[in-house]
């Protein structure tokens, strides 16, 4: 339908689907069709719905696409034929006066057509047409108040005035009789609808300009300054931190731990620090006299005060971390003094926290690297205990100070003592005490080679190093021992026995080639991998020769004594069967073999032990019958 065709005075009115196309937005998506849904409700005209717009033409294509799409409907209003009167009165205003036609004309012209009338005498009348709707059909107005629908009445112009028979504006309501001149044909349908089609303009189409939105002024606000405030200052006191010359205060710096500590102090340099964490950091810190034992000697002091200290009377670090340094039983002592003297200090500065990292455990040569921990303090701020912890975890130590000296406690799972240590401890449970250059192993207990190892030991520095003590092991795999020894795997059971020892060396590296021993075992199921006893008795060769193989036994048990170049295997006794055995072996620093063994065949007729020889290294032993 063109737009052109609404009657300015149509009143709309939303229906159901337009109530709740008003609630829901996807419903009705374009905006300029939206606001006009928005703006019917039932009393305003189109005329008023356009000039609440501005534009006319979009506010008519909206109307007809809303009332297709089912969201309004057109609303009958029951005014008045004297209320039509004047609303048509209004358009006629606007519009110039036409002439009046002697013809009934069809278009633009909504003037009352003169129709001549069939009775002698009479006035010609004029027929009021019907006001024409969207369906170019006339539309039947409502019934009055009387039930007689009234007409709408043509502008009431001065020529129609004119037309009106005698007896006033009544007689025009009405009906007018059929005319009987057929001098003139009504036009067609056809000429009807062609008539109409000239005379509809062709729609163009709206332009929708878009909507600018004027550029939103950059404003500052409270919260923005303030960030930006203290931005700068952060910035302000980054670069004057890396600026400032610690240098001249250095030598306060190194009285003030002096002072605290009761010990000569001496620091390398000093500057702040703002990774991994802000403090102040001194470089190269020596507390003691360079020439005693209890000196200790810190790469890196990494201090970080408490903020509300800072200009009070007394300067409280809330955590002192030390880096680099080596502890021992001196220096636990040492630095456990040194904490006490600065707690007691009234002015002087105090420390809540002390952590250690990549620190050093060392006793006589023996050492523990790559630890990091915490130093617990007492209430009055002296050291507590130690606890520091490898890096990987697998081993944890407390140190903690006793009136006879520091009491050690270690304990490991998965710990191995380097990267490359053939040695794995599946646990480890050791405790004891350091008293000056002397410590006492009370309880011993490692988890190795699939085994138990318990015992005590005392390792003393001087007047060299050595060690002394006593162990029992259980179920030792013989093979990843010998593996670990590098000796092969060749021998296969599980071993149990005691051990009694003592070393003494220049040197903690060669303790172990100086070792001396003395004890029993016993293994049960197991073998000696080319030591093939059965096969050198069924051979009767005293020609040495390697024969491969091995021995299998149900259980070998013999005395062990070791010495720096020789490891002896006594009082064997192999049960295997039908075969008996009893000898001893010796083995040799570079693992050359020498021993005999006396060999007795239980199923042979004759029960004489046979003698076999052992001869050659370990990896090729050498086996040939002695001549008896």
Request: net charge neutral.
């Amino acid at each position: 339908m063109d737009p052109d065709l609404l009657d300015p005075d149509l009143i709309f009115a939303k229906t159901t689907s337009g109530e709740e196309a008003m609630l829901q937005r996807t419903r009705v998506v374009q905006r300029n069709t939206r606001m006009v849904l928005i703006l019917v409700d039932g009393n305003a005209t189109v005329a008023e719905l356009c000039d609440k717009t501005g534009n006319a033409q979009l506010t008519e294509n909206a109307l007809l696409e809303l009332e297709n799409d089912g969201f309004i409907e057109r609303r009958i209003e029951k005014n008045s034929v004297w209320r039509q009167d004047r609303h048509t009165a209004k358009r006629s205003k606007a519009a110039p006066p036409q002439p009046v036609s002697e013809f009934s004309t069809y278009g633009e012209t909504a003037e009352s057509v003169p129709v001549k009338s069939t009775l002698p005498g009479s006035r010609a009348r004029r027929v009021i047409p019907f006001p024409g709707n969207r369906d170019s059909r006339p539309t039947v107005p409502p019934p009055d108040s009387a039930g007689i629908a009234t007409p709408a009445l043509p502008p009431m112009g001065p020529e129609s005035r004119t037309a009106f028979p005698p007896g006033g504006e009544s007689a025009a309501l009405l009906p007018s009789e059929p005319s009987t001149d057929t001098g003139e044909k009504p036009p067609s349908l056809l000429e009807r609808l062609q008539a109409l089609v000239r005379r509809r303009p062709a729609a163009t189409p709206v332009e929708i300009k878009p909507i600018r939105r004027s550029g939103r002024r950059w404003t500052m606000t409270w919260p923005m300054a303030s960030m930006l405030g203290v931005t700068l200052l952060c910035v302000v006191v980054f670069v004057a931190a890396l600026v400032f010359p610690y240098a001249h205060y250095l030598p306060a710096v190194e009285a003030a731990l002096a002072k605290s500590t009761g010990r000569p102090a001496s620091v390398e340099e000093m500057h702040v620090s703002f990774y991994p964490r802000p403090g102040l950091l001194l470089r190269n810190v020596r507390l003691g006299d360079e020439t005693a034992k209890d000196v200790v000697r810190v790469s890196e002091i990494r201090l970080q005060p408490e903020l509300g200290t800072l200009l009070s009377a007394r300067l409280i670090f809330r955590e002192a971390e030390l880096r680099g340094f080596t502890l021992s039983a001196e220096t636990i002592t040492s630095l456990s003094k040194m904490l006490g003297t600065t707690a007691r200090e009234p002015n002087g500065p105090g420390v809540r926290h002390v952590a250690a990292a990549d620190a050093e455990i060392s006793f006589a040569g023996l050492a523990l690297g790559e630890m990091h921990g915490n130093l617990e303090l007492t209430a009055d701020g002296t050291l507590h205990v130690l606890s520091l912890q490898s890096t990987d975890r697998s081993l944890q130590v407390e140190l903690k100070p006793s009136a006879r000296g520091i009491a050690v406690r270690l304990e490991g799972i998965g710990w191995r003592p380097s990267e490359r240590s053939p040695f794995f401890f599946s646990s480890l449970n050791l405790q004891g005490d350091v008293v000056g250059t002397v410590f006492t192993i009370d309880t011993l207990e490692l988890r190795i080679f699939d085994g138990l190892v318990r015992g005590a030991t005392i390792l003393h520095a001087d007047p060299q190093p050595g060690m002394a003590g006593e162990i029992a092991f259980d179920r030792i795999n013989t093979g990843k021992l010998g593996e670990a020894l590098g000796i092969g795997g060749q021998f296969e059971g599980d071993a149990t026995g005691k051990l009694r020892f003592v070393a003494t060396s220049e040197a903690w590296s060669t303790v172990l080639t100086s070792l001396q021993a003395s004890g029993e075992f016993s293994m049960h199921r197991g073998s000696l991998g080319g030591i093939d006893l059965p096969e050198a008795v069924r051979r009767v060769s005293t020609t040495p020769a390697t024969l491969g193989g091995r021995t299998r036994f149900e259980d070998l048990s013999g005395g062990i004594v070791l010495t720096p170049g020789t490891t002896r295997f006594s009082r064997l006794v192999l049960n295997a069967g039908l075969m008996q055995s009893s000898g001893q072996i010796e083995v040799s620093r570079e693992l050359q073999l020498r021993g005999r063994m006396e060999v007795q065949m239980r199923g042979r007729a004759d029960h004489t032990a046979v003698p076999i020889l052992i001869s050659g290294t370990l990896k090729s032993p050498l086996l040939q019958t002695a001549g008896r």
